[in-house]
Structure formats: C-alpha cells, structure tokens
C-alpha cells in the first residue's frame, strides 16, 4: 500500500490567516510538545471494505474539495499567513490485522495518530490512518492539526468521506474557503463584526467579579495541572431528561451546574466562562472544514438559587456568548490588557459531545438515574503542564455507554478535593433536577 497519498491539480493561494486559524497557532505553539492534545481526530468503519486504491481516490477528492486539508501557516511579518498547496502529499499510516480485529486495532491506531504533533508551517495538516483486512481498507482514520479544522469541521469532513466511500456527491453545504474566510475578516463588513464582538466582551469583563475563587487569588500558578476524568452515565441520562423537560439544550443544562458548582467553591456571586462556540450558524460555514470555532464569554449573574430557574437565564446567556464569539483574537487580547477593571475569565467549557460519532460510542441505556449512579468513577489519567490563564479547562465528551467531564485545573487554586467536588457537584445538581421532574 502507498506510505503517502499524492494529489495534484489542486486550487493554490496565499493570504492572510483567519481569526480561528491565528488563535489556535497561538495557542499551540505555547503548548510546545504538549501540542498533540489538541489535534482533532475522527475515523469511520468501511463497510464492505474498499480496495485500497479506491480509498486512495476519496482522500484525494477530500483534499481537492477542502483548501484547508492543503494549507500550512506562514509566520513573519505583521500578521500570520496562509498557503494553500495545488500540490503534495499526505502520509498514510496502515495497520495490518485480521477481520475480526478491525475496530480494535482502529481504536489503537486512532490514538497513536492522536498523539502524533503537527509541524503547522512546515507540514500539511493531515495524516491517514488505514486499518487493513485481507487486503482490504476495513477502517479509516483522519488526523487533523487544529489549525486545519475544529471538531465541527471534522464531522463535516468525515459526513463527506461517508458520501463519497458510498459513491455520492458529498452535500452541497455552504463551505467557505479559509482564504475566503479571511477576505471577509478584512473586509469593512468583517471589521464592523469584529468590533461589535469586541465590545460585548469588554461589557461583560466590566460587570463580573475580579475572581471567581478570592480565597485563593493570586497564588503563584501549581508546577503541574491535574487532570480528574468523571464517567457517568446517570449524568448522561439526567442531561437528556432536565434539558426535554425545561425545554432547554443539554448544553445549557450543563453550564448552568458547572456555574453553580463553581459558586458554591469559590463563593463568587457571578460565573464568567469562556465557552467554545462552533460558529457553523455563520454565513458560508455551514459545511466548512476549518478552524472556525472560537471562545464566547458567558457572564452569569448569580449562580445560587433555584436551579430550573438558573438553567433558564443560562440559556439565554450563552445565546448571548454565541452570538458575539467571532472575532480578532489578538485584537481582542490588546482590549483586554488596556481594561482598568478586567474580571476573571480564567475558567473555560468545551462541550464536545457528538463531535465524533464514527467513533460508534453506543447511548446510555436507559434505566433508574439511582442505579446509574452507582456506576459513576473518577479516575486522575495524568498531569499537564501550567496552562497560560486558566484556572479550569473542563470539556464534556462522549464515553461508551455514558458521559465524561474531563477536568484540568490549577492546582495551586483548586486543589484535587476541590476538582472531586466541582465534578461530583455538577452530576449531583442534575441528577436531582433530573429526579425532581419525574
């Protein structure tokens, strides 16, 4: 089989970045070799498997139809750039094993591709995984840089790959380019957005508290943030059953506890996040594979109380952080640091769930939250380095069966005790509210 997949013939370019494309390179090049956590990875089963020449064809009609799959950042000067390749090739990683092993060894191979970091400006941002099978491509696994794509962008391609592995034309969404993109970042209309999104952050780090744990603030930063890992499926049944019966998403089910769990540590009044917003609702995004996605700020005032009616004003706060959560993140950085009165928005939330459902994670089996509960772990897998500016970083993502809050914090701020609290008392919250509507 081919250790590369050569294409050619290819749309080329070269501009500015986009906001989305500057602000993860920022963010990765500060993480040096912890860098490979964030690549964005997704696979699908074949089924019947493919001859591996036609496989080849898809990945190529992948990369023709996607610029960013081509494209690698060009550092210097002013402002970061882009460069969009008509020509080159993509490594391919294959594993050889029996039928029976296919999905076992994909997973395998899934997260060694996981751990593999991307060189942005010295290499394309995509790296295939093959698991093969008499011959055959019985699994496939992209690998992106996050300067390439964001999790929303890769369900998109992989919705393409799935098109394409059955013979049809990939849905016609609207798809627009990264060089397009960034025409439109720099056009009078882009700017006018940019500014007003600005603004509403500046309002918002005007009104919340200067710390959401002032017992604790300004401790010199814990030479190692833990990471605490929670697996529940009762949270996962409870999300689904508070968010139909307050008729609100799970998302905001879910902020509204990590709110009040955050309050009841810290003693702060207010909870300021900075939550990960996909951006997708955005003209010409809809089908994009990019990095498009970028961080809104919910400010939310007053977290204790009646927890419905929290869930409630969540909802509404974080239509208002979507709405404003596109936008020059430098620029934006320079607004902050020239703020008298900046309140603290150290903690961030990153709801990932359905991002990746080739990966087959099966529903939570429904039965009484009580029981579920009992199944509830939490496990400590490993540490990272000090994070720039955070004091939690929790993403919520599909497990077997279940859902995971992944937690990384600082310890110096909050202590492990104090994550096992954080954690529990979100999935406590919810189930109650989850009970209580029964």
Known sequence: MESEFVFAGARRGTGPATWGQSAIWDVVRRLGEDAARYNVSGGMPLDPALPLDRLAAVVRALLLRHDSLRTVLAPGGERLGQVVHAAGAVPVHARECEPADVTETAYALYHELQAIPFDADRELPLRVGVVVADGRAGYVILSLSHTASDGWGLRNLLADCAALVAGREPPGDERQQPLEEAAYQTSDRGRRRDAAARRAWADKLRRGPESQFPDRAGRPAAPAFPNAVLNSPALALALDRVATGLAVNQGAVLLAAAAAAAGRLGGAPDAVFQ????????????????????????????????????????????????????????????????????????????????????????????????????????????????????????????????????????????????????????????????????
């Open 275 to 438: 939550i990960v917003v996909n951006n997708r609702f955005l003209p010409g995004m809809a089908g994009a594979v990019n990095t498009i996605a970028q961080e809104g700020l919910l400010y939310l005032p007053g977290t204790s109380g009646d927890f419905a009616a929290l869930v409630r004003r969540t909802f509404g706060a974080a239509l208002s952080a979507q709405r404003h959560a596109y936008y020059d993140k430098l620029a934006l950085e320079r607004d902050i640091a020239d703020l008298r009165a900046a309140c603290d928005h150290s903690c961030f939330v990153n709801d990932t769930r359905g991002l990746m459902p080739s990966l087959g994670y099966a529903r939570p089996t429904a039965e009484p939250l009580r029981r579920a509960r009992t199944r509830t772990t939490l496990t400590w897998p490993l540490e990272h380095a000090p994070r720039h500016n955070t004091t939690f970083a929790l993403d919520a993502q599909d497990a077997p069966g279940s859902l995971e809050l992944a937690m990384t914090a600082d310890a110096a701020v909050l202590p492990r005790p104090d994550m096992e609290r954080f954690l529990f008392g979100i999935e406590d919250l919810v189930v109650a509210q989850a009970l209580a509507l029964e």
